[in-house]
């Protein structure tokens, strides 16, 4: 189930990315399910193609919902530099 999280003011897509960077857990990669203003996976790849930097509104999914019956929440904006993604799809679960 996709919940609304607090938005841009505008209709938000989410999308999953996968950053070239250590999590804290350990990971070698560290992914990030983030809300952005951009309509298609093409219109965000041209924003990041001219920003040093974007904001997406950062999604985490609680227990549940990795089983595919609980919620979504906001935790707040956070800033990505692009030059550390590594893939990015649009989050459909």
Same mark, same amino acid.
């Given at each position: 189930?996709?919940? $609304? *999280? !607090? &938005?841009?003011? +505008?209709? +938000?897509?989410?999308?999953?990315? +996968?950053?070239?960077? $250590?999590?804290? &857990?350990? @990971? &070698?990669? !560290?992914? %990030?399910?983030?809300? !952005?203003? *951009?309509? +298609?996976?093409?219109?965000? %790849? @041209?924003?990041?193609?001219? &920003? #040093?930097?974007?904001?997406? #509104?950062?999604?985490?999914? #609680? @227990? #549940?919902? *990795?089983?595919?019956?609980?919620?979504?929440?906001?935790?707040?904006?956070? *800033?990505?530099? $692009?030059?550390?993604?590594?893939?990015?799809? %649009?989050?459909?679960?």
């Amino acid at each position: 189930m996709l919940s $609304p *999280a !607090h &938005s841009f003011g +505008t209709i +938000t897509m989410r999308f999953q990315i +996968t950053m070239n960077m $250590p999590s804290r &857990s350990g @990971n &070698s990669v !560290h992914q %990030v399910i983030g809300e !952005h203003p *951009a309509k +298609t996976l093409e219109e965000l %790849v @041209n924003i990041l193609s001219q &920003s #040093d930097f974007i904001i997406v #509104d950062e999604i985490y999914k #609680d @227990n #549940d919902a *990795a089983r595919g019956m609980g919620n979504f929440y906001s935790v707040g904006k956070l *800033a990505i530099n $692009p030059l550390f993604i590594g893939k990015i799809k %649009v989050f459909s679960q």
